[in-house]
Nanobody, 118 residues
Framework: QVQLVESGGGLVQPGGSLRLSCAASGSIFSINTMGWYRQAPGKQRELVAFATSGGTTTYADSVKGRFTISRDNAKNTVYLQMDSLKPEETAIYYC????????????WGQGTQVTVSS
């Protein structure tokens, strides 16, 4: 099994910044992507950003230019720098890891709450 431990959530004012971290451990063999999703109350979980092991990054249109995802492959850790946060981005943010050996496996963290409010 793979364990994902997230940290860095909290309360921030509109326009502020937060940095999320997610460290993976356990049965890691060949990571394809690590990334972040979020789920606001009453809404479906949505992609925020992900990064491949080769360094390619993908962002949701709504966060482009404000959020930056990065990975430390040696530490199996992914980060999400979130700037210019908006109240509507209040949600639980989940770390995701995808790896494959003959088949694809997805793992999820427990989630970290991000609240953007004055």
């Amino acid at each position: 099994q793979v364990q994902l431990v997230e940290s860095g959530g909290g309360l921030v004012q509109p326009g502020g910044s937060l940095r999320l971290s997610c460290a993976a451990s356990g049965s890691i063999f060949s990571i394809n992507t690590m990334g972040w999703y979020r789920q606001a109350p009453g809404k479906q979980r949505e992609l925020v950003a992900f990064a491949t092991s080769g360094g390619t990054t993908t962002y949701a249109d709504s966060v482009k230019g404000r959020f930056t995802i990065s990975r430390d492959n040696a530490k199996n850790t992914v980060y999400l720098q979130m700037d210019s946060l908006k109240p509507e981005e209040t949600a639980i943010y989940y770390c995701n890891l995808n790896q494959a050996r003959f088949k694809s496996y997805d793992y999820w963290g427990q989630g970290t709450q991000v609240t953007v409010s004055s």
